[in-house]
């Protein structure tokens, strides 16, 4: 286990309300799903367990976690309630006795108002980037879902940081909560270079561009603060081709999930995106990541730059910094305890090697077939494992398997050839609809 796993796990199964806190990428997600998945009475359909998140992305990251340990319950009903998505599935999945639902606030709310979702019986309400959750934006809606719930109920309350603001909600809203927070020591940090390049307004695209062009990441972030940014960049990054796509809340919920899913399959070399992404993507081979934009406070920097050095493995961190955002460098530098690395931009870029920006780590292969075709990832790996033609195992990446749609990344060089293994074979009697992305 993880220190927070360690701290946690055992007073969480005991009933405790706990507040919980520990650094980005450091296991906290295990350490709430594993003792809250052990309170689920499987016999009893309706809701047991609800997590709140604040963005769509993390709530099926952690969805996606909590089937990932739940793999062997059998029975267990699960639901993600999110907006971007219909509501009639999501309520059809209440109506059939979920017990475990993880939602964001605005569409949890609006289901608990509609009688969709029923709180009577609740055990356990889990509050996944609670300093985040307890942001002005979505308070209103916090209180009203937590005035909803029973009184007698386990409350937790998770983040990498905490505001100021956690501390009077917990008051209100947990009892006698135990506080766990998790600094872990130096062999434990994140390895994660920073970097920052002084440059004007003006040559900061420019300078970005040098920066891809030069560096050896085959997966890299780029954070911007508005939407408008992010557009610019994309754009300018596929006028010369670059694997890149771009990720904000004005993007259609299925638009997302694919980006988000390419990305983290490796097949897709940049992406571009507001502070959306910042909390809860859960990149393995994340190499770089560039704040285009400095955020608006260190806790936020402290979440961007938390996307890579995951797991013992190195990452690095450039920002571009104005004149005027001196001082937020220093304070960040100030509340992190960390120094980073200033650099000059280069002034000749005619001397950078440039980089090929359309390779991939690996290609995915999308199958017009998911969980309601009772498709599964025995079925398409022992497929490509099959002679003639045989795809070597090193070859096949993840495989996400979502309702109506299948991805299956492969190593670029053998992606032809596992599309025509995988376009040959019948599933459940039917060929199936298959591209390359």
Same mark, same amino acid.
Do not use: W
């Given at each position: 286990? =993880?220190?927070?796993?360690?701290?946690?796990?055992?007073?969480?199964?005991?009933?405790?309300?706990?507040?919980?806190?520990?650094?980005?990428?450091?296991? &906290?997600?295990?350490?709430?799903?594993?003792?809250?998945?052990? @309170?689920?009475?499987?016999?009893?359909?309706?809701?047991?367990?609800?997590?709140?998140? %604040?963005?769509?992305?993390?709530?099926?990251?952690?969805?996606?976690?909590?089937?990932?340990?739940?793999?062997?319950?059998?029975?267990?009903?699960?639901?993600?309630?999110?907006?971007?998505?219909?509501? #009639? %599935?999501?309520?059809?999945?209440?109506?059939?006795?979920?017990?475990?639902?993880?939602?964001?606030?605005?569409?949890?709310?609006?289901?608990? *108002?509609?009688?969709?979702?029923?709180?009577?019986?609740?055990?356990?309400?889990?509050?996944?980037?609670?300093? $985040?959750?307890?942001?002005?934006?979505?308070?209103?809606?916090?209180?009203?879902?937590?005035?909803?719930? %029973?009184?007698?109920?386990?409350?937790?309350?998770?983040?990498?940081?905490?505001?100021?603001?956690? =501390?009077?909600?917990?008051?209100?809203?947990?009892?006698?909560?135990?506080?766990?927070?998790?600094?872990?020591?130096?062999?434990?940090?994140?390895?994660?270079?920073?970097?920052?390049?002084?440059?004007?307004?003006?040559?900061?695209?420019?300078?970005?561009?040098?920066?891809?062009?030069?560096? #050896?990441?085959?997966?890299?972030?780029?954070?911007?603060?508005?939407?408008?940014?992010?557009?610019?960049?994309?754009?300018?990054? &596929?006028?010369?081709?670059?694997?890149?796509?771009?990720?904000?809340?004005?993007? @259609?919920?299925?638009?997302?999930? $694919?980006?988000?899913?390419?990305?983290?399959?490796?097949?897709?070399?940049?992406?571009?995106?507001?502070?959306?992404?910042?909390?809860?993507?859960?990149?393995?081979?994340?190499?770089?990541?560039?704040?285009?934009?400095?955020?608006?406070?260190?806790?936020?920097?402290?979440?961007?730059?938390?996307?890579?050095?995951?797991?013992?493995?190195?990452?690095?961190?450039?920002?571009?910094?104005?004149?005027?955002?001196?001082?937020?460098?220093?304070?960040?530098?100030?509340?992190?305890?960390? *120094?980073?690395?200033?650099?000059?931009? #280069?002034?000749?870029?005619?001397?950078?090697?440039?980089?090929?920006?359309?390779?991939?780590?690996?290609?995915?292969?999308?199958?017009?077939?998911?969980?309601?075709?009772?498709?599964?990832?025995?079925?398409?790996?022992?497929?490509?494992?099959?002679? #003639?033609?045989?795809? $070597?195992?090193?070859?096949?990446?993840?495989?996400?398997?979502?309702?109506?749609?299948?991805?299956?990344?492969?190593?670029?060089?053998?992606?032809?050839?596992?599309?025509?293994?995988? $376009?040959? @074979?019948?599933?459940?009697?039917?060929?199936?609809?298959?591209?390359?992305?």
């Amino acid at each position: 286990m =993880t220190p927070i796993q360690e701290a946690c796990i055992e007073p969480l199964l005991a009933g405790d309300d706990l507040i919980g806190q520990s650094k980005t990428g450091s296991g &906290k997600t295990a350490a709430f799903v594993i003792p809250a998945l052990e @309170k689920i009475d499987l016999t009893k359909n309706f809701p047991q367990i609800l997590i709140l998140c %604040p963005t769509r992305e993390l709530c099926l990251q952690v969805l996606q976690e909590c089937l990932k340990f739940s793999k062997y319950m059998k029975n267990l009903e699960s639901v993600a309630l999110i907006g971007g998505q219909p509501y #009639p %599935p999501q309520a059809a999945a209440l109506a059939k006795g979920a017990q475990l639902i993880v939602g964001t606030p605005g569409r949890t709310l609006e289901l608990l *108002k509609d009688g969709k979702l029923h709180v009577d019986k609740l055990k356990v309400v889990i509050l996944d980037e609670a300093d $985040r959750l307890l942001e002005e934006s979505f308070m209103q809606e916090m209180k009203a879902i937590l005035e909803a719930l %029973p009184k007698q109920r386990q409350t937790i309350f998770f983040s990498a940081t905490f505001a100021e603001g956690v =501390t009077e909600l917990s008051r209100l809203y947990q009892k006698d909560a135990k506080t766990i927070s998790v600094n872990e020591g130096a062999d434990n940090q994140p390895l994660i270079e920073q970097s920052v390049y002084a440059v004007e307004k003006p040559q900061k695209t420019e300078l970005l561009m040098q920066i891809l062009q030069s560096h #050896p990441s085959l997966c890299t972030l780029i954070f911007c603060r508005t939407k408008a940014a992010v557009d610019e960049i994309g754009i300018s990054l &596929k006028q010369i081709k670059a694997s890149c796509q771009i990720l904000h809340s004005d993007l @259609k919920q299925t638009e997302r999930d $694919r980006t988000v899913t390419l990305f983290r399959h490796g097949s897709l070399r940049i992406l571009v995106a507001t502070d959306v992404a910042a909390r809860g993507l859960d990149i393995d081979s994340l190499q770089l990541v560039i704040n285009y934009d400095l955020p608006s406070s260190p806790e936020i920097y402290l979440h961007r730059i938390g996307r890579t050095g995951r797991a013992g493995r190195k990452g690095e961190a450039i920002s571009l910094m104005t004149a005027y955002e001196s001082d937020l460098i220093l304070e960040i530098e100030n509340r992190s305890g960390l *120094k980073m690395i200033r650099k000059e931009a #280069p002034t000749i870029a005619i001397l950078i090697p440039k980089i090929d920006l359309r390779k991939t780590l690996m290609r995915t292969i999308q199958i017009s077939a998911g969980k309601a075709n009772k498709l599964t990832s025995t079925e398409i790996t022992s497929t490509l494992a099959t002679s #003639p033609g045989t795809i $070597r195992s090193s070859a096949i990446g993840k495989i996400d398997i979502l309702d109506k749609i299948t991805y299956v990344s492969i190593a670029p060089e053998m992606a032809e050839d596992a599309l025509k293994k995988l $376009r040959a @074979k019948k599933f459940k009697g039917l060929l199936l609809k298959m591209i390359l992305i």
